[in-house]
């Protein structure tokens, strides 16, 4: 999984639980970084991105990724404090395969990456 979060321990703490659930967890500041990072790495089970970040937002940055055919098919999960319609990202195939809405429950997070990922 790779997290792209802007606040440190928010990251940290959904890093922490992937972890101790199984899951190999790379951690971005921003969008830049984690686009940087996608160049560069095989591609992640799923992508777990905040929208509210400096340098490149999470809507630009799914952006990004759906019109990039290597990573098109990433799975993309959105995270913010407001909800999806404010940052205009439909579900599915061009834009994010699931919302959650923070606080986040890294429960319920993990659980949609098992069901997506087939664990």
Known sequence: ALIVEDDDNERSLLAAYLRMRGYAVEEAT????????LKTHSNPDVV??????PRLNGAKMVSRIRHTPRWRDLRVFGVSGSERSQWRLPLGERGVDRWFCKPVDPESIVHEIDELVGV
Request: glycine fraction near 8%; avoid cysteine; charge should be negative.
């Open 48 to 53: 777990l991105v905040d929208m509210n970040m």
């Open 30 to 37: 921003d969008g830049i970084s984690a686009i940087e990072y």
